[in-house]
């Protein structure tokens, strides 16, 4: 009980750092630890949405242009699905070591594994088939 409290609390305290950096020209990963979280929190919530935008294209163009064969946009969710609950629970083995910088490894975890996602997800739909997708 005392780490889900432990872990909402720096959850909470992430987003108010979040929250109160306006400025995305200004993240940087120097300064106070709780000024690092908050950037690596933005990084975070940066590459989620880039993320998210790639995804709706893709299930978009999967609706649109499917055939009956290639990825199914039902199937194309699931495996999204899938990543999401294994990215999730490799990044959180961060936050179980504890210590200042655990946030900070938690968003710059996730960042990176939603970059490299948006890279997998696009090769591996992105079929002549269904049509180009945009970077």
Sequence with gaps: MLRLC???????????????????????LDGTQLEMNGCAAERHHEQKAAFDDALA????????????????????????????????????LLLSWGGS???????????????????EIQVHICHPALGACTP
Excluded: V
Aim: glycine share 4%.
């Design 6 to 28: 432990f872990k909402i609390g720096i959850i909470f305290f992430t987003a108010l750092a979040y929250s109160s950096e306006s400025d995305t020209a200004s993240c940087t």
């Design 57 to 92: 294209e893709i299930l978009a163009i999967a609706k649109s242009k499917n055939q009956g064969f290639g990825p199914q946009p039902d199937d194309i969710q699931s495996a999204q699905d899938a990543w999401l609950a294994y990215a999730e629970q490799h990044c959180h």
């Design 101 to 119: 910088m655990a946030t900070m490894q938690y968003h710059l975890c996730m960042a990176d594994l939603y970059e490299e996602r948006q890279k």
